[in-house]
């Protein structure tokens, strides 16, 4: 802990991280040109390469558990997102992003920068990936609950699962994030950043789509998207111990 609160000390007066040559091939070996939006120069790549050491993340992920708490289960007021089960693709891009200064967040760069080089972000990503999901926290709740899901249903079906999956499972390969599980106000918020131009490194096909929508439309996609259950990425339910 001593290394990482030096490491951290260093970062923040640090004008620049050091990158790796871009790579042509992502995780399990696909090709960059599958998504190409995450295709930066430097560490991003080379992190998407590596096989993430999960035990070593867990060590790491001691930066992070103030904010995103011990389950990295985040926030239901949206302020934190939910980092447990996403995919390590996904992680690592938003991590690289911002340490990169392509996705501006003064308060996770701070910690993001801490993170020494790519195996760093490999081995953080593949712990949080293996978390299990909370079912049930930070759903839209208000009274018009259902009538809201319903309509979002239709346009979720209709422009996001294509590439956000089915049941907002997206895509690992692709390094499409995983919608399921999320907090609604944290995925409303940052739809309508992407919308209004306030959100950079967004993919362009989804700054596309959303771009028409009015803030009734979001505010329903996104109570959709809350309400989606990965039952393979639930934590199981702890039954109480009966007393012999």
Known sequence: MQKLVLALSLALHAAALPHAAPSPVGPEGVPVKEYPWQALPGETNEALERKGERKRGQRLYALCRSCHLASAGGSPDGAVPRLAGQHSSV???????????????????????????????????????????????????????????????????????????????????????????????????????????????????????????????LLAVAAYQASLVLPGKACAVKRPSRKQ
Request: aromatic share 6%.
């Open 91 to 217: 992680l690592i891009k938003q991590m690289a992003d911002i340490r990169s200064g392509v996705r501006h967040n003064s308060t996770m760069y701070p910690f993001a920068a801490v993170l020494a080089d790519p195996q760093d972000l490999a081995d953080l990503a593949a712990y949080l990936e293996g978390l299990c999901i909370q079912a049930g926290d930070g759903r839209y709740d208000a009274a018009d609950a259902e009538q809201q899901v319903a309509a979002g249903r239709a346009l979720y079906d209709k422009a996001c699962r294509t590439c956000h999956g089915p049941n907002g499972e997206g895509s690992r390969h692709k390094g499409y994030p995983m919608l399921a599980g999320q907090h609604h106000r944290y995925l409303l918020r940052q739809m309508t950043e992407i919308r209004d131009g306030k959100r950079s490194a967004a993919h362009g096909e989804m700054v596309r789509i959303i771009g028409s929508y009015t803030d009734d439309e």
